[in-house]
């Protein structure tokens, strides 16, 4: 049986969110600001639970605070209640071997994610303009996105033969000397923050892999509290499932390494390397991305996406062939009167 929570002001009882602007805890209803030790301290006091019932293919949460419905899909590990639109983290999602190791909280926050979107927007002249109207900037979303992030040590051998030519010049003859070297590598590295998707929704997965590289080196330690105010999604794809992926990557890595290090001859032919694994630590994180998406009448599904924590963006834009049609139809017209001139003078 899972919970539902939603971390609550000392002061007043109103739901806290988590702001990315001061990296604190505020209450919208008497304006006060936690720290996240004030916050842990008031949940072990009382943290308010509600139960839940499943079904198939859907799961049925129950708000904390009004008790209305709130269907989630089996992913989604934080969202808001559409009634009361309290926060509730669905925390019998997180717990367990699903409990995330580390969270990069969001940095940027909603306004300047939505002013970001509408000056980025503004530079693109043939977007539909009911891709960025007030409604479609109302769904802008913040999502924790889960991850694997890989930590590892290897070692390796490198192998091939080098050749380093030299060429001069006396009177009218020209010398030319090479020498053949046989050059090998062994060493050792420490590769950082692999980061690999957990999630299989293929919309989302392209999303995200868009705004990286995040800052990994700014996570801290999960809590609940830092889903509050955003939705979150758990991971669907387990560490086994990409395994042969990853030790391929940290091979290729390494094997480039080695490779990085012979820079002094003409040419250099490879005949051998061997890499070895020797430690691996795999980390479940949750990375923060500003999301938009729109569907087109033909169901066709568009998106922007931002990175939370640098505002790198990206995105695949629809087109109004309407104004399209217009642009093109002030060239022709320009174009046309262009010959008309061009004609009454000749």
């Known amino acids: ?19 990315p602007d001061d990296q604190k805890f505020h209450c919208d209803y008497c304006l006060s600001i936690f720290t996240i030790e004030a916050v842990d301290a008031e949940d072990e006091a009382s943290i308010v639970e509600k139960n839940i019932e499943e079904t198939s293919e859907n799961e049925l949460f129950l708000c904390p605070s009004c008790g209305a419905q709130i269907v989630t899909d089996a992913t989604t590990a934080a969202t808001y209640c559409y009634f009361c639109h309290n926060p509730v983290v669905l925390q019998g999602r997180l717990i367990g071997e699903f409990l995330p ?94 980061v690999k998707n957990a999630l299989s929704k293929n919309i989302q997965q392209k999303m ?7 800052p990994i080196n700014n996570a801290v330690n999960f809590k609940t509290e830092y889903l509050s105010g955003f939705q979150a999604e758990k991971r669907d794809i387990e560490m086994q499932d990409l395994s042969a992926d990853v030790s391929r990557e940290l091979n290729e890595y390494t094997d480039n390494l080695m490779r990085d290090t012979i820079t002094s001859y003409t040419t250099f032919n490879k005949k051998s390397s061997s890499i070895a694994i020797d430690e691996q630590n795999n980390h479940y994180m949750l990375l923060p991305v500003w999301l938009v998406t729109y569907h087109d009448k033909n169901g066709k599904v568009y998106y922007y996406a931002m990175n939370g924590q640098t505002g790198k963006t990206n995105g695949i834009l629809p087109i109004s062939y309407s104004k399209l049609g217009l642009t093109s139809a002030g060239i022709f017209a320009l174009v046309a009167a262009i010959l008309m001139i061009v004609g009454y003078f000749i």
């Not at 049986?1 to 969110?17: F, Q, S, V």
């Not at 977007?127 to 769904?139: A, R, S």
């Not at 995200?208 to 995040?214: E, G």
């Open 1 to 19: 049986m899972n919970d539902t929570i939603t971390h609550h002001c000392p002061n007043c009882g109103g739901p806290l969110t988590f702001n």
């Open 101 to 194: 190791n580390k969270v990069l909280p969001f940095k940027i926050d909603r306004k300047k994610a939505e002013a970001d979107f509408l000056a980025w927007v503004k530079k693109k002249k043939f977007i539909p303009k009911d891709f960025y109207d007030t409604q479609q900037i109302e769904k802008m979303t913040g999502v924790y996105f889960p991850y694997w992030v890989v930590d590892a040590k290897t070692q390796g051998e490198y192998h091939g033969k080098g050749t380093a030519v030299r060429v001069w010049i006396v009177g009218d003859l020209e010398y030319t000397e090479t020498k053949i070297y046989d050059v090998y590598r062994k060493g050792k590295a420490k590769i950082n923050d692999l």
């Open 208 to 214: 995200v892999n868009q705004v990286q590289p995040f």
